[in-house]
């Protein structure tokens, strides 16, 4: 991946130096808004993944580029703060069931999955999936941060959700390379971040958030309460993705990401809420509302993204930014 074009003073001047050898930062110029302020803070973040082409890797722990990553995410947790009422404490063995009412279907709000499976065409559902493979073509890794952080049962509840993720060990079964395969199929570049300079902050957001917590030992309370989310959230809606895909002549090997999903995520679901986080909060149970806070973000944040896409598409307008989708 390389580095995308720059969104404003700040990641004009972030992107500028990251091509050149590492050395102090200047002072940065505030972001000019939230597309810079998040492609700046998801560049930062990116250096602890797969990185960027001409960017050397000394830049990942350099102390100006950490400082300015600090400024970023704390201006972040403030935004997230503002928008996500944070619960309180609940028993610990309350935590399951304060998860399955957070994340209750709501019937009466816009629902891009059933879009996707009744109503989308084709280019439609191409630009949902540039959307997810900011986050799907290195689906887990964000998560997989938490392992070392925790212990025993949760601990191990963990390392089998992201067995599953990885393949159980085989290259081919991995979620990422399934994801890849969906792309390939719907005419789509699968090489790693090769949308980014396309997605919207609205998008690169729900990514940030996983590596704010994932990056952070004392925000790993939010982090299994955010996975749990996504996993409590993801099977009904993966089976119409794949519903719709097929409505719109995918075939097997395109909709196969999200047909593993619909098995996959009932079952991680179970583990998730039950032994991940329950688990969790009986060994921290002083932690049982940053559980709920990540939750509640988790499912903000895909609220938020849900919005956006859906208001631009039933105007006849395109979600992504305006360049087109490469072939």
Not at 131 to 155: C, F, M, N, Q, V
Not at 245 to 255: H, P
Not at 285 to 298: F, I, K, N, Q, S
Request: charged share 25%.
């Amino acid at each position: 991946m390389r580095l995308p074009p720059a969104r404003g003073p700040l990641t004009d001047l972030l992107f500028d130096r990251l091509a050149r050898p590492p050395a102090t930062l200047p002072e940065p110029p505030a972001p000019a808004d939230d597309e810079d302020l998040q492609l700046a803070l998801f560049a930062c973040y990116e250096l602890h993944y797969q990185g960027f082409d001409e960017v050397d890797d000394r830049w990942e722990w350099e102390p100006s580029l950490l400082r300015l990553r600090g400024l970023l995410e704390g201006r972040f947790e403030q935004e997230l703060a503002e928008a996500v009422p944070r619960p309180g404490p609940v028993p610990p063995g309350e935590v399951r069931r304060a998860l399955t009412a957070m994340t209750a279907e709501d019937e009466d709000e816009p629902s891009v999955s059933l879009f996707l499976q009744r109503e989308a065409g084709i280019e439609t559902f191409r630009e949902f999936v540039v959307h997810r493979s900011i986050y799907h073509l290195k689906e887990a890794d964000p998560h997989t941060w938490a392992i070392p952080r925790l212990r025993g049962r949760s601990k191990a509840a963990l390392v089998e959700i992201q067995a599953d993720e990885y393949g159980g060990g085989r290259h081919e079964r991995m979620h990422c390379e399934l994801f890849g395969h969906t792309m390939r199929g719907l005419g789509l570049d699968d090489s790693y971040g090769a949308y980014l300079p396309r997605v919207p902050a609205v998008t690169l957001a729900v990514s940030n958030a996983m590596s704010l917590f994932g990056l952070h030992r004392r925000l790993r309370g939010a982090l299994v309460g955010h996975l749990a989310a996504i996993e409590m959230t993801s099977s009904l809606p993966n089976r119409r993705y794949a519903m719709g895909l097929r409505r719109l002549g995918g075939d097997a090997a395109t909709a196969r990401f999200f047909e593993e999903h619909v098995q996959a995520d009932a079952v991680h679901e179970q583990i998730a809420a039950g032994d991940l986080c329950g688990g969790f909060a009986s060994a921290c149970p002083a932690l049982t509302g940053d559980v709920l806070y990540g939750a509640a973000c988790a499912l903000a944040l895909e609220r938020r993204w849900a919005g956006h896409v859906l208001g631009r598409w039933e105007r006849g307008a395109s979600s992504l930014l305006d360049r087109p989708v490469p072939a």
